[in-house]
């Protein structure tokens, strides 16, 4: 610790330019990758998801470009919470929310394109959800939302909503444990 602005002024001069250049370069790289976790006013970063097949992309940004979107994730298709109320809460009130100006609900998972079409086509969500693959969780972690739950096979999204309009995140709902199904459900939803 310095006891002195001149004693910090020696110190930093006594350093070869190049040293400095490197640290400088270090803190810049620092907090260039330093991630945040998505916040409300945040853009929808352009990353590409799956729908139905590894073939068919949806870049995220240009899905909610112009529009009034919900996106919710969850931590995994076909498990009990994903399939018994959230995702169902969603595809049952979607014709409401239509109504009230939400021209898409997406839900995203850390799963591969063809479970998440099983899963839609079992939760009878299609023309009212549609379901996108995260399959390498490019979109979870761009927002800072991974988890790492080991049971369901490693990196996983946090279970969350969030409502999005003409690209900006304008609502954010994360679940306090990050798995439990108290605030992104559905209902939840200002609109």
């Known amino acids: 610790m310095f006891c002195s602005i001149g004693a910090l002024q020696k110190t930093v001069s006594a350093v ?7 640290i400088a370069k270090r803190l810049l790289s620092i907090s260039l990758n330093s991630k945040m976790p998505v916040k409300v006013g945040d853009t929808v970063p352009s990353i590409d998801l799956f729908e139905n097949t590894p073939a068919t992309k949806v870049n995220i940004s240009e899905l909610c470009s112009g529009k009034t ?3 919710f994730a969850v931590p995994g298709a076909f498990t009990p919470g994903c399939s018994k109320t959230h995702l169902p809460g969603y595809v049952n009130t979607a014709d409401d929310l239509k109504s009230k100006g939400v021209d898409e609900i997406v839900c995203v998972s850390v799963n591969d394109a063809f479970v998440m079409a099983a899963w839609a086509q079992d939760q009878k969500a299609e ?10 969780a490019e979109l979870t972690n761009a927002f800072d939302l991974a988890i790492n739950l080991p049971p369901l096979g490693g990196t996983r999204s946090k279970r969350y909503s969030m409502l999005i309009k003409d690209g900006k995140v304008e609502q954010l709902n994360v679940e306090p444990d990050n798995t439990g199904l108290s605030c992104s459900l559905a209902n939840k939803i200002v609109l």
């Open 127 to 136: 023309g009212k959800v549609r379901l996108l693959a995260d399959p390498n």
């Open 69 to 71: 979107v919900i996106l």
């Open 16 to 22: 070869p330019s190049t040293a400095l250049s490197t």
